[in-house]
């Protein structure tokens, strides 16, 4: 069974600094996506990135990168230059095996919450 | 930039009785999702949706829940009998045809009292 792992409960940062998430997964399908999800304390579910497993270089967008690791099962996400909104619960997902009408659900870890401190 | 939006923001309601939670997903987005969280608990899916029929359902998801999309914009999610153990953040998420990231909405706080 596909699964994601979050092993970071809790996590502080300084202000400034860069700060890895990290996420492992388990999957048997060749084809998988990888996602990171940041949940602020108001509770919506804000996109950052993806990698999906044939891409060749790791994802990036802006501050945000995701240092993927197939040999290793792991996709973590890494913050540069944190700023005191990134404080949040940040969740890795990945979607699951494509149903034949084209949907497909994702699964997710058990989230990571980040307080950066000032 | 086009976003999926959800209504209420929050429901509170007694136990036994019926809720239907709206979406208003992208409108060029062809599949669409139900996930509930636990307050303090990871994201679980619930349903997948397209052309007008179930795609894939959770265990989760029993007799009690339905969704439908009736007027070919909005897509609810309906709990016929809420039970205390329904209390939870519910998420619509929807995704364009040929892409693989969903689309969350802000979600709906159901409280069942």
């Known amino acids: 069974a596909q699964k994601i792992t979050q092993t970071q409960p809790g996590m502080f940062v300084q202000e400034k600094e860069a700060v890895t998430l990290d996420c492992t997964y388990d999957?048997?399908?060749?084809?998988?996506?990888l996602f990171w999800y940041k949940q602020p304390s108001s509770g919506e579910m804000i996109f950052l990135i993806y990698?999906?497993?044939?891409?060749?270089q790791n994802a990036t967008e802006g501050r945000y990168s995701l240092n993927f690791q197939k040999a290793r099962k792991s996709a973590n996400l890494v913050i540069s230059a944190s700023q005191l909104g990134d404080s949040a619960m940040y969740f890795c997902?990945?979607?699951?095996?494509?149903?034949?009408?084209?949907?497909?659900?994702?699964?997710f870890g058990t989230g990571t919450r980040l307080k950066v401190l000032a | 930039e086009p976003e999926v939006t959800q209504t209420p923001s929050h429901q509170v309601t007694q136990m036994g009785q019926e809720v239907i939670l709206r979406c208003v997903p992208i409108s060029n987005h062809l599949y669409f999702y139900w996930y509930r969280q636990i307050l303090g608990q990871k994201v679980e899916f619930l349903v997948s949706f397209y052309n007008n029929e179930i795609s894939e359902k959770s265990e989760i998801f029993d007799d009690q829940f339905s969704v439908e999309r009736p007027d070919g914009s909005n897509f609810t999610l309906k709990i016929r009998s809420t039970k205390l153990e329904d209390s939870a953040m519910y998420f619509c998420a929807a995704q364009r045809n040929g892409a693989d990231t969903q689309y969350f909405g802000p979600g709906t706080r159901l409280t069942v009292l």
């Open positions: 990698q999906g497993s044939y891409d060749q």
């Open positions: 997902a990945m979607r699951e095996t494509r149903t034949t009408s084209g949907t497909y659900k994702y699964i």
């Open positions: 999957t048997s399908d060749p084809s998988y996506g």
